[in-house]
């Protein structure tokens, strides 16, 4: 195991590298935050509306860009919005 000593050094010869950890650190933090954000929309109507309502997070279309699409063709062949994945 290398020591603190180490790191420390391999630190101050690579900036870079500390403000990359640091960024992919808060990028995972966010999508946790996103995730659980997701989790409890679809928890709302999943038990059709004991649990609380939350707004689902715009960053989710980014993952699933298409839901967008899926939401139209569902809409305009049924008639009936999708209430997971809404076309917003």
Same mark, same amino acid.
């Given at each position: 195991? !290398? $020591?603190?000593?180490? /790191?420390?050094?391999? +630190?101050?010869?690579?900036?870079?590298?500390? %403000?990359?950890?640091?960024?992919?650190?808060?990028?995972?933090?966010?999508?946790? /935050?996103?995730?659980?954000?997701? /989790?409890?929309?679809?928890?709302?109507?999943? %038990?059709?509306?004991?649990?609380?309502?939350?707004?689902?997070? $715009?960053?989710?279309?980014?993952?699933?860009? +298409?839901?967008?699409?899926?939401?139209? !063709?569902?809409?305009? %062949?049924?008639?009936?919005?999708?209430? +997971?994945?809404?076309?917003?």
């Amino acid at each position: 195991m !290398k $020591s603190k000593q180490w /790191y420390l050094k391999q +630190i101050k010869r690579k900036p870079v590298q500390l %403000t990359r950890y640091v960024v992919q650190a808060v990028f995972l933090l966010f999508l946790l /935050y996103v995730g659980l954000r997701f /989790y409890q929309f679809y928890l709302h109507f999943e %038990t059709l509306g004991k649990e609380p309502f939350v707004a689902r997070p $715009s960053a989710v279309e980014g993952f699933l860009p +298409i839901s967008a699409l899926v939401a139209l !063709k569902v809409w305009l %062949t049924s008639g009936e919005f999708d209430k +997971i994945h809404p076309q917003v």
